[in-house]
T-cell receptor
Framework: EPEVTQTPSHQVTQMGQEVILRCVPI?????FYWYRQILGQKVEFLVS????????KSEIFDDQFSVERPDGSNFTLKIRSTKLEDSAMYFC??????????????FGEGSRLTVL | KQEVTQIPAALSVPEGENLVLNCSFT??????LQWFRQDPGKGLTSLLL?????REQTSGRLNASLDKSSGRSTLYIAASQPGDSATYLC??????????FGKGTSLLVTP
């Protein structure tokens, strides 16, 4: 069964360092998303991406964050200068072009980011 | 601003029981509602998607209902098993692209 894959599964970094989290969405999907979950809290929306541009972003997604689809298969989230409060599980998701934003979202296993 | 609430926060039941998890949302103008399962430290597994025009969806032992006008959804799990132990998340989408999640119900099914 097709799945969303994320790497790394866990990354530890020092405050102020740049981090890139990688995702391979399901192959025929065209809508891509990043969410995050701080330990013990709700899953929160960060950004959605369609047709090579950001379609929506939350207040969390400030200038420190960026997303990119560098090739036909990868979708990345970059945090330029990590802060302690960026420590969280980051989830990538994708959805089918036929159903778009009203369709079912499929999530990856997550990348746990720990900022020291 | 959409607020999604899930009750109860935690639930422990003996194996074999039928159970109901509740989800409520404040803004009834939703496109759809999705139920997920999350195992500890793991990703989100989609269980059921209910479009705004639908009243319920079923998959195996799971049945989800939606009452848009009252801002409520329930997830019914029949004949619970220890393998059902996980956190169950409810999420809705209004206009735009963002899913709004509840905090989840942590379910423990004891043998």
């Amino acid at each position: 069964e097709p799945e969303v894959t994320q790497t790394p599964s866990h990354q530890v970094t020092q405050m102020g360092q740049e981090v890139i989290l990688r995702c391979v969405p399901i192959s025929n999907h065209l809508y891509f998303y990043w969410y995050r979950q701080i330990l013990g809290q709700k899953v929160e929306f960060l950004v959605s991406f369609y047709n090579n541009e950001i379609s929506e972003k939350s207040e969390i997604f400030d200038d420190q964050f960026s997303v990119e689809r560098p090739d036909g298969s990868n979708f990345t989230l970059k945090i330029r200068s990590t802060k302690l409060e960026d420590s969280a599980m980051y989830f990538c998701a994708s959805s089918d072009p036929g159903t778009g934003v009203t369709g079912e979202l499929f999530f990856g296993e997550g990348s746990r980011l720990t900022v020291l | 601003k959409q607020e999604v609430t899930q009750i109860p926060a935690a639930l422990s039941v003996p194996e074999g029981e039928n159970l109901v998890l509740n989800c409520s949302f404040t803004d009834s103008a939703i496109y759809n509602l999705q139920w997920f399962r999350q195992d500890p430290g793991k990703g989100l597994t989609s269980l059921l998607l209910i479009q705004s025009s639908q009243r319920e969806q079923t998959s195996g032992r799971l049945n989800a209902s939606l009452d848009k006008s009252s801002g409520r959804s329930t997830l019914y799990i029949a004949a619970s098993q220890p393998g059902d132990s996980a956190t169950y998340l409810c999420a809705v989408i209004n206009s735009g692209y963002a899913l709004n999640f509840g905090k989840g119900t942590s379910l423990l099914v004891t043998p």
